[in-house]
């Protein structure tokens, strides 16, 4: 699940359920997402108005939270964003003092237009292959397959397949891959499948 938002749209809303037998109290905040060095980063930010940012829900209830842009489009063609759901714990007198809390990072997008659009391009270099976004929106890989001959490897994604723009991410070669030719065939969100020969060093 993630939030988009185009020039043009005010505000989204987003449902937050309880499936539990207790109340329980959630808080929200919004944070600018960045991946320097192909790791995630998280900056607290006030671009957008969450409404209410804490609420409380009751036993298998529901609540509507609401989600508006401040300035009717971004800096840049698409700025990312991670909304940070936290169920806050509460004491009851029945349960041990130690309670561990629940936390999802919903990723939320903020574009200029619809030309803003990601790009990746794909390197070997000193035993990884990397993938880079040229592009200025961000990109989701769903599946990444080295391929070789009869043989194929999996690899496994990282930070659920984003690739924010002028991010990169990396993959680890698999051991048993012999020689410099292989393809990359690779799926990312909005896209079928995709397939680079990669050139040998």
């Known amino acids: 699940m993630r939030l988009e938002f185009a ?18 109290v959630v808080q929200i905040e919004l944070f600018r997402w960045s991946q320097p060095e192909g790791e ?15 609420l409380e829900i009751a036993a298998s209830a529901h609540r509507i939270v609401r989600v508006g842009p401040r300035a009717a489009s971004p800096d840049v063609c698409e700025a990312s964003y991670r909304l940070v759901i936290t169920e806050i714990p509460q004491r009851n007198k029945d349960e041990p003092p130690l309670r ?23 390197r070997r270099q000193d035993g990884v292959l990397v993938v880079s976004n040229a592009g200025l929106a961000h990109g989701q890989l769903q599946s990444v397959n080295l391929v070789q001959g009869e ?5 496994k994604l990282k930070n659920v397949g984003y690739v924010l723009p002028g991010a990169r991410q990396q993959f680890e070669l698999p051991a048993d891959l012999s020689g410099d030719r292989f393809k990359v065939e690779y799926m990312a969100r909005g896209q079928g499948q995709e397939t680079v020969i990669l050139p040998p060093r």
């Open 151 to 155: 043989r194929n490897w999996l690899l």
């Open 40 to 54: 995630d980063r998280l900056e607290p930010s006030r671009d957008f108005l969450v409404t209410p940012p804490i």
């Open 7 to 24: 020039a043009d749209r005010k505000v989204q809303q987003l449902r937050i359920g309880n499936t539990g037998r207790d109340n329980m």
């Open 100 to 122: 561990f809390r629940t936390r999802m990072r919903l990723p939320l997008f903020h574009r200029q237009s619809a030309d803003c659009r990601f790009d990746l391009r794909w």
